[in-house]
């Protein structure tokens, strides 16, 4: 079994550790017996907190923990946030500096409860370090560690009689209030609860151990309570085996998960102490010391309430959680999916095309060639692409706002209204003429690569107009990084196309050349995808591939990378003579199944597949198209298929051992890879294969 399904025991005792917390903060039986309001407050609900921390460890990849951790840090300074008010109410801020602050966000946290937070945060970081190490030094230090913090918590009686001992602590408690914090007392549990995972227990044993350690403990926290030991009371010996025994004993029951227990746990933790100043502060009408001498009812109401609250709040996250899986479940229509690894051997196989120090610009306007632009390009940034061409100012916002690193040059015009976007985000403008460089300077400092126009006659400075080039380096608000020209006939090697590229590529070198003893040396570029695969020899510092980097050419060595794929949505006979979808043209020539497809030409799907032009794969087999693609569906012919509701039919990609690529559908369409790719549909999800 697995850890997940062993912890449905594990959620519904960590109900019970965050009520065994608010007995901590409301001391139930304080007026009725001191002794037993310490047993139950200060030896038996100090399990709950270590019980939180073993079993976070049991969940977190301590190899990879950015997650985790950036999720904690979330939750620390919402629920800190959160308490401010309180804290003003209750003039805890009162004396407050920077240093408290600090002190208080790294170590202490604020409030009764919110140490959990930093605490766990930084015993993450220690057990992610501490398991670069071997299993048993990381168990020793982390024991040291805990040791450590015990001579400063329940054991700090012993090191107060140690003069250097007593000044040691001293120090650290400039630093932090209590030892009970991430760096002595986290790390031992953390690093318990990644290992106990892997443990087999015997259920009694397991109870056994519990029994004898948590006795031990009653007898150890007894003890030094008589000699007057204890600076703070959070840290024992047997509460490491105590924490242990009782998590292995939960492991060895078998209950199914309860994730709305997780969560109303962890609200409950959360809540509960301002449901206490609530209550205290509401009692406040009857009279001055009401819960004082009620201290079991303050515990009672503390709980109901906070129970209360917890539940409605745990339903709510799981609601809102379900609806926003549902929204992004990514295979419930139409997909494409993309191929990471094939991405990674195209751009590999492209750069090892490049002329000696030149780098691959991926091109990745049109949300990449429709393969979606944040997810390729951060894809592209892990394989060590550093520079992007986009089309328009707003794709590269785009990709700047999901973290997309390196140089971002866009390759069309943007119109002033949008020239914010260039400098917010840090892109690099095309001059596309001497006039638009003229705009562009009046308006402020911008990165710029000069467009050449060397018989595109598209965008760019011709290249005859020599000194309008020149000009641009002289205007002082804008910075030149590169200049670039775009080859128009480079996709055969044919004696008419080659000659008309090579005259293309001199007059661009030949303009780099005069800028060069004009002492002017910007970044140059001139290949796209077929300039690279067809006249590698003209070099240049980048090459801007697009098409190739997808498998959009047909190349060995080149992978395609999309799949589009959709689901059936009916499956229905048709008889003999009957018509098929809009108008009457299509009719069954004899009895047929057809199916439904939830794709259209809005999802990109090329209306010219209509009328049996295009085909679908369905459990490997080939499904023509009948009638006219709808805008939303599709009809196809599975009379000798065994097809039903649901199944995956592939419109691109492959299924058993047939295949249907982007050049057969460009070929039935009348057009070329690039414009069936770029025009899938906002609605088709894309998801890394
Ligand atoms: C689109 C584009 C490219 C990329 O072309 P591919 O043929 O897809 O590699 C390169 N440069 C410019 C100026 C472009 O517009």
Redesign the pocket.
């Known amino acids: 079994m697995s850890n997940n399904e062993k912890s449905g025991s594990l959620d519904i005792f960590r109900v019970a550790a965050a009520v065994l917390v608010i007995m901590i903060h409301t001391s139930p039986l304080e007026n009725i017996s001191a002794d037993a309001d310490f047993f139950l407050t200060r030896i038996l609900a100090r399990v709950a907190v270590p019980f939180f921390f073993t079993v976070t460890g049991m969940f977190t990849n301590f190899g990879r923990p950015r997650k985790t951790l950036i999720k904690l840090s979330g939750m620390y300074l919402l629920v800190t946030a959160l308490y401010i008010p309180f804290g003003i109410i209750s003039g805890y801020f009162k004396g407050f500096t920077f240093w408290k602050a600090v002190r208080m966000l790294l170590f202490d946290g604020y409030f009764y409860h919110l140490w959990y937070f930093p605490a766990c945060i930084l015993g993450i970081i220690i057990v992610h370090f501490l398991k670069k190490t071997t299993a048993k030094k990381a168990l020793i230090i982390a024991a040291l560690l805990y040791l450590l913090g015990l001579l400063g918590d329940g054991y700090y009686g012993l090191a107060a009689g140690v003069p250097p001992l007593k000044a040691f602590y001293g120090a650290l408690f400039n630093v932090f209030s209590y030892t009970r914090n991430g760096l002595f007392f986290a790390p031992i549990f953390l690093l318990l609860g990644s290992n106990i995972g892997r443990l087999e227990f015997n259920g009694k044993n397991a109870a056994a151990g519990g029994i004898v350690s948590f006795a031990l403990m009653t007898a150890e926290a007894f003890i030094l309570r008589q000699f007057k030991l204890p600076r703070h009371d959070s840290m024992y010996i047997f509460l490491v085996p105590s924490a242990f025994f009782l998590i292995a004993f939960l492991k060895t029951l078998k209950a199914r998960q309860r994730p709305v227990l997780r969560k109303l746990s962890m609200w409950v933790y959360i809540i509960h102490p301002a449901v206490i100043i609530a209550l205290r502060g509401a009692s406040k009408i009857i009279s001055n010391d009401f819960f004082e001498k009620r201290a079991l009812l303050l515990f009672v109401l503390t709980t109901l309430c906070s129970v209360g609250f917890a539940l409605f709040a745990a339903y709510a996250a799981l609601t809102f959680g379900k609806l926003r899986g549902a929204l992004c479940s990514p295979r419930a229509r139409t997909w494409a999916e993309i191929d990471a690894e094939a991405l990674r051997s195209n751009a590999e196989y492209l750069q090892s095309l490049c002329p000696e120090n030149s780098r691959l610009m991926a ?1 990745v ?1 049109a949300n990449a060639y429709g393969h979606g632009a944040v997810l390729t390009a951060r894809e592209l940034n892990k394989v060590g692409i550093r520079a992007f ?1 986009t ?1 328009t100012a707003a794709e590269g916002a785009e990709l700047r706002r999901h973290g997309v690193k390196g140089e971002i040059l866009v ?1 069309g015009y943007t119109h002033p209204p949008q020239f914010p976007l260039l400098k917010f985000f840090g892109l690099s403008q095309t001059v596309v003429d001497h006039d638009y460089a003229k705009t562009l300077n009046g308006y402020g400092k911008f990165h710029v690569h000069i467009g050449v126009d060397t018989g595109m006659r598209r965008l760019g400075i011709r290249s005859e107009n020599y000194s309008e080039i020149k000009r641009i380096f002289e205007m002082k608000n804008l910075k030149v990084d590169g200049m670039f020209t ?1 080859l128009s006939s480079d996709e055969t090697t044919a004696p008419s196309d080659r000659a008309f590229t090579e005259k293309q590529a001199e007059k661009f070198f030949g303009t780099a050349d005069k800028l060069a003893a004009d002492g002017h040396f910007p970044k140059l570029h001139l290949l ?3 300039g690279l695969l067809n006249y590698p020899h003209l070099g240049g510092d980048y090459v ?5 980097l997808y498998g959009g050419v047909e190349r060995e060595g080149l992978t395609p990378v999309l799949s589009l794929k959709t689901r059936v949505t009916s499956v229905r006979n048709v008889y003999g003579g009957e018509p098929v979808g809009y108008g009457l043209d299509c009719a069954a020539n004899g009895n047929m199944r057809v199916a439904a497809l939830a794709v259209g030409y809005a999802d990109g799907l090329p209306r010219a597949l209509s009328d049996g032009v295009g085909a679908v794969l369905i459990n490997g087999k080939r499904a023509p198209m009948i009638g006219k693609i709808c805008m939303d569906q599709t009809i196809v012919d599975v009379t000798e298929i065994d097809v039903k509701q649901g199944d995956i039919a592939v419109i691109i990609g492959n299924s058993g051992r047939e295949r249907i690529t982007v050049f057969d559908i460009a070929r039935q369409a009348g057009t070329i890879p ?1 414009d069936i790719l770029s025009g899938l549909g906002s609605r088709v999800v894309r998801v890394i294969k």
Request: aromatic residues 0%; proline residues 0%; contains cysteine.
């Open positions: 091109v306007k061409c089309a390759l775009h796209a995808s077929c801007r591939a697009g098409i190739a690039n």
